[in-house]
Nanobody, 123 residues
Framework: QVQLVESGGGLVQPGGSLRLSCAAS????????MGWYRQAPGKERESVAT???????NYADSVKGRFAISRDNAKNTVYLQMNVLKPEDTAVYYC?????????????????WGQGTQVTVSS
């Protein structure tokens, strides 16, 4: 069993900053790509930022220059630093990862989602 647990969401004023964290736990052998997605009310879930196991990053155009994704492989954790937040950044943010887990006998690779954390940008 593996799981992703997000933290760091909350209420922030426009122009403010937040840092989201997502920690993977379980019998993990390897974490490949990790990413952050978000879903605003009435909208589809969209990709915000992704990072490969080698550290290559990709960002949605709407967050380029304001958000930064990073990962700590020793801690099985991915971060999203969000700066200059705007009201349109308000959404539930989800962590996602491709994780290889199991035992020495059996290994599985599965795409895992976290439970989500609310980010609200409002004055």
């Amino acid at each position: 069993q593996v799981q992703l647990v997000e933290s760091g969401g909350g209420l922030v004023q426009p122009g403010g900053s937040l840092r989201l964290s997502c920690a993977a736990s379980g019998s993990i052998f390897q974490i490949n790509a990790m990413g952050w997605y978000r879903q605003a009310p009435g909208k589809e879930r969209e990709s915000v930022a992704t990072i490969s196991s080698g550290g290559i990053t990709n960002y949605a155009d709407s967050v380029k220059g304001r958000f930064a994704i990073s990962r700590d492989n020793a801690k099985n954790t991915v971060y999203l630093q969000m700066n200059v937040l705007k009201p349109e950044d308000t959404a539930v943010y989800y962590c996602n990862a491709d994780i290889t887990y199991g035992s020495n006998t059996f290994r599985f690779t599965k795409n895992i989602w976290g439970q989500g954390t609310q980010v609200t940008v409002s004055s």
